[in-house]
């Protein structure tokens, strides 16, 4: 029996010596090497910082004086406080103006260029906004809606409707806001889907087109079916990134006005780097972060993850 | 026979319209932005009845480039609030060239050894990097605050670019799917030429994998050259600021009561050009680019 080899090992079963290799041979060595600089950005900034984040959230700490053991404290403080609420609310209606309109938006956007056009140009400049950083589009915006100078109470004028305060008053600013990421995601939403009708063979609409079918019997019975795992894609990054809208109310609006657009990263980014409540705030963005991943699990499971309709 | 002829048309007519409805919708507020820019001092009343620029002028370019005296600056409607643009978009520059080639590289580094290479805890590490995926920013953005802040490097590029030029997870998985499908007959016969690991990974493996890192690297660009959050909570001083930030604080310093719209969208406008250039020179790639984000 060579040395160093346990007693039963066949072909399959581990050896001290295959131990040995795989974690301190060569190629182990090597691979440790290639993997160090990643492994260090990710403890130092994704590992250690989510752990740190749920003790933090344990804690009373301004950062000026030690951080303060409390136990449960903010959370049971969260649970009572109105703004938080008031953030889950704001969130909840943001989400839910913004996902069917952009959705069906850049589905018809989608179905439109696959049916019409392969301009190279069109898709370019429909998703431009999307390349755009948040904060220039938010600062355009903020002139476009400008209650007295702006441009988009001109047009309304054109049309005989009258000046509107937009996110100058508490009922129209989160819907401003709304508005303006669908004007920011349709042209990207768009491209997603465009990519998955392409990829959907010609030969099958041709088949349905000699049997007479017309273009809303196409889209219903061939494209929305077999766009199922885009659609899914798109639904569950959306609402997560809708869920974590801040750059345009930061810009924007802060949070206001009155409560109208504190959305629930600006009401945590105020709490952590305004007042200095790293532990509240750090509470606050745990209870996010099951709240997202619930989303997503709940939506995975209804819409059947990635399997289309035709398999 | 003529009928059909008629019927057809019609939906693709109403089709057309609404695609190009939509497309004048996403163009507007850019040409917005460009005509408020370029229209002369004090037409700002006026501009409200008016999509067409008034009294042309660069002059709105050159205050906020910082070519123009104090005093002519005022004459062309500065209110004194400043922006510092050459500087902000250097800032810009380095923070996005750091953060692209540090993350793609490194990225593909760790790729290349979860895709090829047998070592222990390499699935168990692999999931870690997958679920990290799922965290929210807001939650790692404070604790990571918190550290730069102990290390001191509050208001440094190291602080701005330390939680992005190691690694991101989506970088690292993109490129391992890459990676797995390269046939391993390559680096075989690399290896009985006597090449080193690196020496294989960087002669064969980053050559042929010219598409994906060029991917990579487009959508790194972008997210870079427009990151906000963390920028605005790290790296607020003008000295290091990077051009969101800038214009975030451009905008928060001009009066609340008369801002200073023309300057405003002169900034944003010329922050916006780079994009422009991307888009017109690297178009096909950046759409097959983002049509692979949305596909992984």
């Known amino acids: 029996m060579i040395r160093g080899q346990l007693p039963v090992a066949g072909p399959h079963t581990l050896t001290w010596r295959s131990i040995k290799k795989r974690a301190f041979g060569p190629e182990a060595l090597t691979a440790y090497l290639f993997i160090l ?7 130092t900034f994704y590992a250690v910082p989510a752990v740190r984040a749920v003790i933090i959230s344990f804690t009373e700490w301004n950062l000026l004086r030690a951080p303060r053991n409390i136990g449960l404290d903010n959370y049971e403080r969260l649970l009572a406080d109105p703004l938080f609420w008031n953030a889950m609310k704001v969130t909840g209606l943001y989400v839910l103006y913004n996902i069917p309109i952009q959705v069906v938006l850049g589905l018809f956007l989608a179905v439109a260029m696959h049916r019409l056009t392969q301009s190279m140009i069109i898709r370019g400049v429909l998703v431009l906004p999307y390349l755009v950083s948040n904060v220039v589009i938010g600062l355009a915006f903020l002139w476009i809606l400008d209650p007295i100078l702006g441009t988009a109470n001109m047009l309304l004028g054109w049309f005989g409707i009258p000046r509107q305060p937009f996110i100058g008053s508490p009922d129209q600013a989160l819907a401003s806001i709304a508005g303006i990421n669908i004007w920011r995601h349709m042209g990207f939403t768009a491209l997603l889907f465009y990519a998955g009708l392409q990829s959907i063979p010609k030969s099958l609409y041709e088949a349905a087109t000699i049997d007479g079918a017309g273009e809303g019997r196409l889209f219903l019975h061939i494209s929305l079916p077999l766009l199922r795992p885009v659609t899914v894609f798109v639904l569950v990054t959306s609402v997560i990134g809708s869920f974590q809208i801040f750059d345009t109310i930061a810009v924007m609006t802060q949070g206001g006005p009155v409560n109208a657009t504190r959305a629930i990263v600006w009401y945590i980014y105020e709490n952590a780097f ?23 699990i709940l939506q995975m499971r209804l819409l059947q993850g990635n399997r289309s309709d035709m398999e | 026979m003529q009928r059909t002829l008629v019927r057809i048309p019609i939906g693709r007519i109403i089709g057309w319209l609404l695609l190009l409805a939509l497309v004048a919708i996403t163009v507007l507020p850019f040409y917005v932005m460009f005509k408020t820019a370029i229209s002369g001092p004090g037409t700002l009343f006026q501009q409200a009845r008016s999509l067409a620029p008034l009294e042309p002028t660069t002059l709105h370019f050159e205050r906020v480039l910082g070519l123009l005296s104090p005093e002519a600056t005022r004459a062309a409607g500065g209110t004194g609030a400043l922006i510092d643009f050459p500087r902000a978009l250097r800032n810009t520059v380095i923070f996005t060239v750091l953060v692209v080639f540090g993350q793609v590289f490194f990225s593909s580094m760790a790729a290349y050894a979860f895709a090829r290479m047998r070592f222990i805890g390499k699935d168990l590490l692999f999931y870690g990097y997958l679920s990290a995926l799922m965290i929210p920013n807001i939650v790692l953005f404070i604790p990571n605050f918190i550290l730069i802040r102990d290390l001191g490097w509050l208001n440094t590029f190291q602080g701005m670019v330390a939680p992005f030029v190691l690694m991101t997870p989506f970088a690292v998985f993109f490129l391992r799917q890459f990676f797995l499908g390269i046939p391993i007959s390559l680096e075989e016969a690399a290896r009985l030429d006597g090449a080193t690991p690196f020496g294989t990974f960087w002669r064969i493996i980053l050559p042929i994998s010219r598409t994906p890192l060029v991917t990579l690297g487009i959508l790194t660009t972008i997210t870079a050259w427009n990151e906000f959050f963390w920028p605005f909570i790290v790296a607020r001083q003008s000295d290091v600021r990077v051009l969101t930030v800038a214009l975030q604080s451009f905008q928060s310093s001009t009066p609340q009561g008369a801002p200073d719209w023309s300057g405003l969208m002169a900034a944003t406008f010329l922050s916006v050009i780079p994009i422009f250039i991307l888009l017109v020179v690297l178009g096909r790639q950046v759409i097959a680019s983002l049509q692979f984000s949305g596909l992984k």
Request: proline content about 3%.
């Open chain 1, 37 to 43: 600089p990643s492994f260090i950005g990710f403890t």
């Open chain 1, 274 to 296: 305004q007042f200095f409540r790293m532990g509240y705030a750090s509470a606050l963005s745990v209870v996010l972060f099951m709240i997202l991943i619930s989303i997503t």
